[in-house]
């Protein structure tokens, strides 16, 4: 037991939920002591020589003195690697059974005893000792992995022999080198992001138990999965392992020791699973396309999900929530959707409905939906351990719940009380789970947002999760949770999104959940979880944001204003005008925490905050066009200002401001009292969209920033698609065009709105340049029909 526990041990024993979460804790650790495998003795081995290869379409096989490594290399470019017979499935983070073998790879002998497997798009070199080098078609190096290390259990018979024990995995490790030049990113929600400092990050989806800060680490989605950028290229790398784990970066240094390159290092150690993993190599924007051509296109929401969202855990009644919607009416304020939490909930048991405070939830649904309000339902994943309550009845019957060893339901601590849990890893739970969404839509929610599914159970020390012996399905394989926890989230999402799909086909399904792993864009997205209220929050939003879109998850967003606390009106108001500019913008609060309707900041507060709200309706058809780009490309929304530039070191290091999209760069104020940022640009002409004043890039510029704005500038010749309307967004799309350069051309995309359901709308493209001084704008290379055309910074050239 640390320090942290010890602190969580004094702090919740002396309520009743504590009492019963310290009993939890303690039949959670005698669970694991009887169904986790003994502990003994480990053999320590490595590769060997290679004594031979076998070639196969893409690739092949090299033999080994100990092991041997399969080497494919697929259709798109992607190279798959596996180690000890590993193969590309079963894996839960790939959309299908993966991309075709690239027939025109060839495996051919290289020097000193070793292979090489010749592609279009990458060399990769195999050494005699395990070596794993992946270059570009030129030969440079962009990394190496040296070869691997596996702890391997020695034979205990008297402990295989019993069932109620899960099974020892064998332990691995491999290190890697990169260019000393080379900048880490990734690992899925990191609130110290977006760039991976030197340290060492778990693999290991957590409830941090409180609100969290910059530095606390692990956090609710994290994967194995890490952007690499160096002068050489970009690549990522997925470790195809959802097994509890730990990766360790250290950043390299040109010229250290004698004039010469440290190269940058990673090591990543894992309890158990395969040794495989994915490479890919191009521009940032390839290498996200590849990604998500192999793990599945990103779920566009409706349209509606991409306005205002406002949130609470507390609202208590339904007069309270007619309350808030009012106030945003009376004040001219947008509203999209009004989000429900664990509140309504009849004694916080999910897939019910408190009646006396919600009396008549359906129709409350109904009136907010003619003022242009969608309902949005918290879903629980935990189920209260309560016979003759419908829910836990219907799942008993299923044998849907979590086991132990010794066949008994796994409880555990939460909301609700006493409570078990769903095996989503099992595709048959997964279908009837889905079915109870049914009794969501009936209560006339649009959409859900997914909590607790790292899975929690409250405990004062340890794990805050499930036993780590509790049996899972694994989708008929078997196993436990050492192996099912990463991917519990992520399989619950799919078991909504799936149902929602089916329960109304003609409509595209809006959810968002906490906790998930690689491949989670295919259900939906997620958000910052409980972040705490402060500046260092405020920055931790950003980064978490920037860092889940380079591990291609495009949708997500903080709790403006942070979940916990009270935040000051000036605070508010910046992190509100950064949640304008981000994916998902919602306000949300603990129910011990201060409100976050913006009339409760006072006048000032309220005048700046409906000018970022009415921007933010005014954007709605640029956030659309990138909704649909994000599916079709793999292109986060939000990027980092590096993406077209990843060569610009300086631009590698920048971390408080991004791009939305490829036409606007948001640099948000992240510092109390700041009046005036910096702002480093990318290569090209930006205009200030407040001033219309440009600038040239690359380079750093000193822009004002009073609290009514935050500096966001335009790409020269770019076109972006806006409302007419600045109001409730609905009013016609016109194209607000930024003056190219002299001698330089521009262009942007439009995917127009064609509503909620499954149209793929066509790409328009336009293109932008100057004529004799005056703007020109075509549409497919002709001229613009349907649009209107509205030219800015035209005289500030």
């Known amino acids: 037991m640390d320090a942290r526990d010890l602190l969580r041990l004094l702090r919740t024993v002396r309520t009743a939920r504590g009492a019963r979460a310290l009993r939890s804790a303690l039949r959670r650790r005698c669970t694991d002591r009887a169904g986790l495998p003994r502990p003994g003795a480990e053999k320590a081995r490595v590769p060997g020589a290679a004594q031979g290869a076998d070639p196969l379409p893409g690739g092949g096989v090299v033999h080994f003195a100990r092991s041997s490594l399969r080497v494919r290399v697929a259709v798109g470019g992607a190279v798959f690697v596996g180690w000890d017979g590993a193969g590309p499935e079963p894996s839960y983070a790939l959309s299908g059974p993966g991309p075709e073998a690239d027939e025109r790879a060839v495996l051919e002998p290289d ?89 060492t990050y778990r693999l290991w989806n957590t409830d941090p ?76 924007a390839r290498v996200l396309h590849g990604w998500s051509a192999l793990t599945g296109a990103a779920a566009v929401p409706p349209s509606w999900a991409l306005g205002h969202h406002h949130a609470r855990w507390g609202f208590g009644s339904e007069q309270e929530v007619r309350r808030v919607v009012a106030g945003y009416a009376e004040r001219g304020l947008p509203l999209s959707a009004l989000h429900l939490d664990i509140d309504h909930y009849r004694g916080h048991r999910v897939f019910t409905v408190d ?113 780590l012996s509790a049996r899972h399905s694994l989708e008929g394989r078997g196993g436990d949770h050492r192996e099912a926890h990463n991917v519990y989230g992520l399989s619950m999402a799919r078991a909504g999104y799936e149902a929602l799909c089916e329960l109304r086909p003609g409509e595209r399904p809006f959810l968002f959940s906490r906790s998930g792993w690689a491949g989670m864009q295919r259900y939906g997205g ?57 994916p998902l913008f919602r306000t949300h609060s603990a129910i011990t925490a201060g409100r976050r309707e913006p009339w409760e900041f006072g006048g000032e507060a309220l005048e700046h905050t409906a000018a970022v709200l009415r921007e933010r309706m005014r954007l709605l058809p640029y956030f659309v066009t990138l909704a649909h780009l994000a599916q079709r490309t793999g292109a986060p929304y939000v990027r980092p200002v590096w993406w077209r530039s990843p060569e610009d070191r300086a631009l590698r290091d920048c971390e408080d401001a991004f791009l939305l999209g490829d036409a606007l760069l948001v640099a948000p104020v992240l510092e109390q009292g700041a009046d005036r940022r910096a702002v480093r640009l990318p290569r090209g002409l930006w205009y200030d969209t407040a001033t219309g004043r440009p600038y040239e890039g690359p380079g750093q510029v000193l822009l004002d920033a009073p609290l009514s704005r935050i500096p966001v500038l335009a790409r020269a010749g770019s076109v972006v698609p806006v409302r007419r309307d600045a109001g409730d967004g609905a009013g016609p799309v016109e194209l607000e065009v930024w003056a190219p350069a002299p001698g330089r051309t521009g262009g942007g995309v439009l995917v127009p709105d064609a509503g909620d359901g499954w149209e793929q709308p066509q790409v328009v493209r336009f293109t932008t340049r100057l004529r004799d001084g005056a703007v020109v704008v075509e549409q497919e290379g002709a001229e613009v029909v349907g649009y209107p055309v509205r030219v800015r910074g035209e005289g500030a050239r």
């Open 526 to 582: 997620t958000w910052s979880g409980d972040v705490a209220t402060g500046w260092p929050g405020l920055r931790a939003s950003l980064a978490l944001v920037l860092g889940l879109g380079l591990c291609g998850v495009p949708y997500s967003g903080p709790d403006v204003g942070g979940f916990s606390g009270f935040p000051s009106p000036e605070l508010y108001v910046r992190w509100f005008q950064l949640g304008a500019y981000l």
């Open 111 to 199: 020097t000193d005893g070793g292979w090489r497997v010749v592609s279009e798009r990458m060399l990769v070199v195999v050494g005699r000792h395990g070596t794993v080098e992946v270059r570009t078609p030129g030969g440079v190096l962009l990394r190496r992995d040296l070869p691997p290390r596996w702890w391997e259990p020695v034979a205990d018979t008297d402990a295989e022999a019993d069932g109620r024990r899960g099974v020892r995995e064998a332990r691995w490790a491999l290190r890697s080198e990169v260019a000393a030049d080379a900048r880490f990113f990734g690992l899925g929600g990191r609130s110290a992001g977006p760039r991976l400092r030197d340290g």
């Open 355 to 467: 009646r006396e405070r919600f009396p008549d939830l359906p129709g409350l649904a109904a009136e907010l939906r003619e003022k242009g309000v969608r309902l949005v339902s918290i879903v629980d994943p935990a189920v209260k351990a309560e016979p003759g309550q419908w829910v836990y009845d219907s799942g008993a019957a299923a044998d849907a719940f979590v086991r132990d060893g010794r066949g008994r339901r796994v409880r555990g601590e939460v909301w609700p009380g006493e409570s078990v849990y769903p095996d989503f890893t099992d595709p048959r739970v997964r279908k009837w789970w889905g079915g109870l969404y049914g009794e969501r839509l009936a209560q006339g929610f649009s959409g859900v947002w997914h909590d607790m599914n790292e899975p929690v159970s409250f405990a004062p020390f340890g794990d805050p999760s499930l036993p």
């Open 209 to 284: 138990y409180g609100a969290f800060e910059p530095g606390d680490d692990p956090l609710y989605i994290t994967m194995p999965v890490q952007l690499v950028v160096a002068d050489a290229g970009t690549h990522l790398v997925f470790h195809d392992d959802s097994w509890d784990g730990r990766v360790t970066v250290a950043e390299g240094e040109e010229g250290a020791g004698s004039g010469h390159d440290r190269p940058g290092r990673c090591e990543v150690r894992m309890d158990g699973g395969p040794l495989r993993y994915w490479v890919l190599v191009g521009t940032p």
